[in-house]
């Protein structure tokens, strides 16, 4: 029995890419696609860094601009999907997540971390998705205010593993403690 083809090797297997994720840049799950409720009505897909991620509490974090459209959009409506294709292993993950946007303490403390150089991704002038006259007419600030860290609690993680003759496919729900249900591909 290969790992796709039981429910725990295959959900062991997300836990692996997600955590390696954390750490390797070249990790797939190290830029998910993070899709929100956009407010117009479409669905908003982006690439994200995955910063952190827990198996115990199945959640993942995020790092963001605070004045970026997807923190109005998760304020509005505090759920999101995020995509991970894993082509080693012919793995596709979908996740939903329920977002929080982490409180003042913690923000305050991870911002301490974040290294001097990437500090600037979080302040940009005009405000993100601002139009401008030309790419340089913006300035950078390291602002502390606008860094935000979203907290992604998994709810639900959908897996398709495509290799071998039968294509697999699995649900795992937090409300089942993660025992997996298999589900037509
Ligand atoms: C490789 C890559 C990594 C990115 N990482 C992040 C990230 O960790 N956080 C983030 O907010 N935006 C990140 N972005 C930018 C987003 O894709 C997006 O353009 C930006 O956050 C504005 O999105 P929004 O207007 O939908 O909020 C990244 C873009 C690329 C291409």
Not at 125 to 131: D, E, F, I, S
Not at 134 to 159: H, K, V, Y
Request: overall charge positive.
């Amino acid at each position: 029995v290969t790992w796709f083809e039981a429910l725990d090797t295959t959900l062991d297997e997300v836990w692996q890419e997600l955590l390696r994720g954390q750490g390797d840049a070249n990790a797939p799950a190290r830029q998910p696609t993070l899709a929100t409720h956009g407010l117009t009505g479409f669905p908003e897909a982006r690439t994200v860094v995955m910063r952190s991620a827990t198996r115990k509490s199945a959640e993942l974090e995020i790092h963001t601009d605070r004045a970026t459209t997807k923190v109005s959009e998760l304020k509005t409506r505090p759920r999101a999907a995020l995509h991970i294709w894993v082509p080693q292993r012919n793995l596709q993950i979908r996740i939903r997540a329920e977002i929080e946007i982490a409180d003042r303490d913690r923000t305050d403390k991870d911002w301490r971390k974040v290294p001097t150089a990437s500090r600037e991704n979080y302040g940009v002038n005009p405000a993100p998705g601002t139009p401008i006259t030309a790419p340089n007419q913006i300035e950078r600030s390291a602002d502390p205010e606008r860094f935000a860290i979203l907290i992604c609690r998994i709810i639900e993680i959908d897996t398709v593993c495509l290799t071998g003759p039968l294509h697999h496919r699995a649900l795992f729900r937090r409300a089942d403690d993660w025992k997996g249900q298999w589900l037509a591909p």
